[in-house]
Each structure stands twice: as C-alpha cells, then as structure tokens.
C-alpha cells in the first residue's frame, strides 16, 4: 500500500518551500484522516531550515508596498495570510508577529570622520561598490514598478554599462509608490535616532498595514507544525532527478574497421533508457533501487539507499535554484526562464541597553563620511534585539554551493556598523552579531517564478522572490499546494509568475 501512494518531494527548507509543506500537509490531512492512504511529503534540505535569506532577513511585511506591480496582489494576499497564520498559531510569543510603525528618514549631516578613518572609508574599487537592500524596498517617488522588456534589454536603458542596466532591472521592479497618506511627521517621533541629524521623517506605514517577524522562528515554526501532521523530513543534497523512461539525447556510435562503407556512414545505435541504465548499474551492485518504481521521476541523493520514488516535486530552494539546470527530468528549462542569482545584503544584530518601541525605520543617509548615498534599514524585535541590514553588493552573484559558507564583506560590515552608529546612540554595541551576511533570491525581471514546468507530469518552481521572501513565503506556499493537490490555484492569479512568461 505504502509504495502505491503518491509522494510530493519539496527540495528546500526555507520559508517558501516550509510553507509549501505546511498548507499542503493541512490540506491532506483535512481530506485524508487515515495516514496510510495520504499522499507522502517529503522535505528535503542540505543544511538547515532557514539557513540563508530566510533566516537572515529583517521579516518586514508591508501590505500595500507593491500596489501597482505585478505582485500586488500576492502581496496583500500573503500580508493578511500572516495575520491568519498569527492568529492560528500563536505568532506572537512564537516567532515575533507584531503591526509596527514605520518611517522612512533622510539623514545628511553625518559628522566627518577622522582624516585616517575618511581615506579608509573611501576608498573603493569598482569590485567593492556597493548598494544596498534598501533600494530594493524603500519608499520611493511613485512608478509602475513592473519591468516591462525595454527595461530589461541593455540597449534600451539609460546610457551606460551593461552591468548598470542589469542591476536597474534587477532592483527597481520592487518599489513603493508615493501614497498620499505617506507624512512628514517632527523628529522626535522616532526619539531613539539621532534628531540632530534627520533632517527629512515621514510615516510610511501604520500598525495596520505594516507588521513584522522573525523569519528563522516563522520558518521553523511553520516547519514544527507540517512535522506535526506527518510531513517526512531529510537532511541530503539532491544530485540529480531523473525522469523514468526518458531517453537521453545521446547517440551511440559504432564503425566496423572491416566494412567496405565509407567512414563517413555509420549505424546508429538505439540508446538505453534511464530506467535500464540505472537498471544495469545496480544489479552490478547486487541490488536494485529503483528498477520496479512506476513513478515518473527518482529524486537521486548524495546519500547511498535514500533515493525518492516521486510523483511530484517542488524546487524552491532560493539562490540555488539554477541548480535544477543540471538535473535530467529538468532538462526543458532554460536558465533564460529561470535568472535567478544571489543578492549578498549584509546584517547585523544589536542589543540596545533600553527598549525601543515597535518602529521600523528605514535610513536614507547622505553625509560627509561616505561616498554617494547610503542606507539602511533597522527592525527592533519583540526580543528585545535589533536587526539592521544593508551594504549589499552591486551584481547578483551566485551563491557557494554551501550555504554555511561566510560571505560577508569585512569591508561593508565595517561600514554598516559605523553607519548605525552614526544614526543612532541607542544602539549598543556591547551585545552584537556581526560579519553577517545572505544571499537573496532575485530574479532580473523582479518577479519571483511560482509555476509548474510546462509539459512535465509533475514539477514544480517557487523562487526568485528577493526582499519580499518572508512577505510573500506563505501565499506562495497555498498557491503551490492547490497546483499539487487541485492542478489549478484558485486562491491567486499566477499568471504573471508562470515560467514561460518571458520565454
């Protein structure tokens, strides 16, 4: 009986591929009670749950920030899925769910640094410039932010480099718009920053329509409940998927050194399928694995006698979802339809000395001591701790194959450390975190994939969502669930993240 039941294999543990497995196992228990005829789910991941951009974030939700986009509606659809999730499950006390405040401040009047530490400071080669997360999601002057091709094509954009108009692509498509209840408010509403130096404060959001959580207790929250329900989880890296009875396109070639056949004709040779290869090569091990399976694809691990029978799969392992490129049943994407690479934003913890209030602020600073602008963006938790993120690097990269790999900067960690000094006293640096740093997932186009690969019996991707991962984690999770379970999403339109939207 177990072997007759369908398996959904979901290869990454972050928030999206969490939040896949939890409302597909509360789907499945509601109309399977009885565990041995349920459908399997299983969850893989090489490392740990949450272990890069979900764990790594600053948990930022804002309901409206993407009116006007192409994710508008995911957006406020997975805003108000938070609150649900909240509600139902005590968010709380269990991963820091809380409505804030938010501000958006222009800082211009940084005191000079020292004359030795001002040389440090600028100087910078065209390897180490940096950006930062910030323009990703701040507030900023209203524009449709989703990218249409001319954007996109480097012969179309502003004058300049190809990397220029790569990284405009890149980061503009998430932008907020000028909304008219957006107002300057005094300085002093935000006492635990520097008044002497915003000169420029606006509320951008109110505790009802702005929130935020701490991702890695989200993730691993969520992740606790599917477990509760059944959900199978693995600790393995996949090393390929093969497609059962796919015939590689490889043509074997034999000559007969004695035929009187000129060289340049030969016989063709009918390849094996996958199924006998992989057939053969175990009966040479003296076992078979998978040779009986009538499943369409085999998930292959790097750990010997683990290997997954699969009727469905999900990829939506984040930065790392170009590497579903090399695997067989995979081989009808394109990288053109999935150009996803990592955005490296550095972070830091503080522990301030006195509480502050539930106020996200979001720093705009030009100043004396650093080249250009720079900015930052700053979370107080529930916990008492707080999050600030920026210096990211200017190109999306692709991330290390381990993602415990250290990818920081000692360069922008050095220089988002001073800059939160700058902005605020109340900052101690006596508890801190710091020489942190994640890969977040962005696609060029600004638009995260949630689509089943055309033509195929049963895969799946869901990734490329960038800054608004934790926001849009949960509404991505339900949609890919109905697609696993119904075929269809009825809860979202996902036309506009399809995989072949663009090619």
Same mark, same amino acid.
């Given at each position: 009986?177990?072997?007759?039941?369908?398996?959904?294999?979901?290869?990454?543990?972050?928030?999206?591929?969490?939040?896949?497995?939890?409302?597909?196992?509360?789907?499945?228990?509601?109309?399977?009670?009885?565990?041995?005829?349920?459908?399997?789910?299983?969850?893989?991941?090489?490392?740990?749950?949450?272990?890069?951009?979900?764990?790594?974030?600053?948990?930022?939700?804002?309901?409206?920030?993407?009116?006007?986009?192409?994710?508008?509606?995911?957006?406020?659809?997975?805003?108000?899925?938070?609150?649900?999730?909240?509600?139902?499950?005590?968010?709380?006390?269990?991963?820091?769910?809380?409505?804030?405040?938010?501000?958006?401040?222009?800082?211009?009047?940084?005191?000079?640094?020292?004359?030795?530490?001002?040389?440090?400071?600028?100087?910078?080669?065209?390897?180490?410039?940096?950006?930062?997360?910030?323009?990703?999601?701040?507030?900023?002057?209203?524009?449709?932010?989703?990218?249409?091709?001319?954007?996109?094509?480097?012969?179309?954009?502003?004058?300049?480099?190809?990397?220029?108009?790569?990284?405009?692509?890149?980061?503009?498509?998430?932008?907020?718009?000028?909304?008219?209840?957006?107002?300057?408010?005094?300085?002093?509403?935000?006492?635990?920053?520097?008044?002497?130096?915003?000169?420029?404060?606006?509320?951008?959001?109110?505790?009802?329509?702005?929130?935020?959580?701490?991702?890695?207790?989200?993730?691993?929250?969520?992740?606790?409940?599917?477990?509760?329900?059944?959900?199978?989880?693995?600790?393995?890296?996949?090393?390929?998927?093969?497609?059962?009875?796919?015939?590689?396109?490889?043509?074997?070639?034999?000559?007969?050194?004695?035929?009187?056949?000129?060289?340049?004709?030969?016989?063709?040779?009918?390849?094996?399928?996958?199924?006998?290869?992989?057939?053969?090569?175990?009966?040479?091990?003296?076992?078979?694995?998978?040779?009986?399976?009538?499943?369409?694809?085999?998930?292959?691990?790097?750990?010997?006698?683990?290997?997954?029978?699969?009727?469905?799969?999900?990829?939506?392992?984040?930065?790392?979802?170009?590497?579903?490129?090399?695997?067989?049943?995979?081989?009808?994407?394109?990288?053109?339809?999935?150009?996803?690479?990592?955005?490296?934003?550095?972070?830091?913890?503080?522990?301030?000395?006195?509480?502050?209030?539930?106020?996200?602020?979001?720093?705009?600073?030009?100043?004396?001591?650093?080249?250009?602008?720079?900015?930052?963006?700053?979370?107080?938790?529930?916990?008492?701790?707080?999050?600030?993120?920026?210096?990211?690097?200017?190109?999306?990269?692709? &991330?290390? #194959?381990?993602?415990?790999? @250290? $990818?920081? !900067? =000692?360069?922008?960690? +050095?220089?988002?450390?001073? *800059?939160?000094?700058?902005?605020?006293?109340?900052?101690?640096?006596?508890?801190?975190?710091?020489?942190?740093?994640?890969?977040? &997932?962005? #696609?060029?186009?600004?638009? @995260? $994939?949630? !689509? =089943?690969?055309?033509? +195929?019996?049963?895969?799946? *991707?869901?990734?490329?969502?960038?800054?608004?991962?934790?926001?849009?984690?949960?509404?991505?999770?339900?949609?890919?669930?109905?697609?696993?379970?119904?075929?269809?999403?009825?809860?979202?339109?996902?036309?506009?993240?399809?995989?072949?939207?663009?090619?």
């Amino acid at each position: 009986m177990g072997s007759q039941r369908e398996t959904i294999v979901i290869i990454g543990a972050g928030v999206v591929g969490v939040s896949i497995a939890y409302f597909t196992m509360k789907r499945l228990v509601s109309e399977h009670p009885d565990p041995e005829s349920r459908p399997r789910v299983i969850l893989l991941e090489q490392c740990e749950p949450g272990c890069s951009a979900s764990g790594k974030s600053g948990g930022f939700l804002a309901r409206h920030w993407s009116d006007s986009t192409d994710t508008e509606q995911l957006a406020r659809f997975s805003y108000d899925l938070h609150a649900k999730l909240a509600e139902e499950h005590d968010g709380a006390s269990r991963w820091g769910y809380r409505p804030v405040d938010t501000f958006s401040a222009e800082v211009d009047r940084i005191p000079v640094a020292p004359a030795k530490q001002r040389k440090k400071v600028h100087q910078r080669t065209d390897s180490e410039s940096v950006v930062t997360s910030i323009e990703v999601i701040a507030p900023q002057t209203h524009r449709t932010s989703s990218v249409t091709m001319q954007e996109y094509s480097s012969s179309a954009a502003t004058p300049g480099s190809q990397e220029d108009s790569m990284q405009t692509s890149t980061h503009a498509s998430i932008s907020v718009p000028e909304i008219p209840s957006f107002k300057v408010v005094p300085p002093e509403t935000v006492p635990w920053l520097r008044t002497d130096v915003v000169t420029n404060l606006r509320q951008v959001g109110v505790t009802a329509n702005t929130a935020q959580v701490d991702p890695l207790k989200l993730t691993r929250s969520l992740l606790a409940e599917a477990k509760s329900m059944g959900l199978e989880t693995i600790r393995a890296k996949v090393i390929d998927v093969a497609e059962m009875g796919y015939r590689p396109p490889v043509i074997e070639l034999s000559i007969d050194r004695h035929s009187t056949k000129p060289l340049d004709v030969l016989q063709i040779e009918t390849p094996k399928t996958t199924s006998q290869t992989m057939m053969e090569m175990d009966e040479r091990k003296g076992h078979i694995k998978v040779s009986k399976t009538k499943k369409p694809y085999v998930v292959l691990l790097d750990q010997e006698g683990l290997d997954i029978p699969a009727d469905k799969i999900v990829v939506a392992c984040g930065a790392w979802v170009t590497s579903c490129l090399r695997w067989e049943a995979f081989r009808d994407v394109s990288a053109s339809q999935i150009p996803i690479q990592g955005l490296r934003v550095h972070y830091l913890l503080a522990k301030p000395k006195s509480e502050i209030p539930a106020q996200a602020v979001f720093a705009e600073i030009n100043g004396t001591v650093y080249n250009g602008e720079d900015a930052i963006e700053i979370y107080p938790r529930p916990d008492g701790s707080v999050f600030v993120c920026g210096e990211a690097l200017d190109d999306p990269e692709m &991330p290390p #194959h381990n993602p415990f790999e @250290p $990818v920081y !900067s =000692k360069r922008a960690t +050095s220089r988002l450390k001073q *800059i939160v000094n700058d902005v605020s006293t109340a900052l101690s640096f006596d508890v801190i975190q710091y020489g942190l740093a994640c890969h977040l &997932p962005v #696609h060029a186009k600004g638009i @995260p $994939v949630i !689509s =089943k690969v055309p033509s +195929s019996k049963g895969l799946y *991707i869901a990734a490329g969502h960038g800054c608004w991962g934790i926001l849009n984690g949960p509404a991505t999770g339900l949609a890919i669930s109905e697609l696993l379970i119904d075929g269809k999403c009825s809860s979202l339109d996902l036309q506009n993240f399809k995989l072949d939207r663009w090619y």
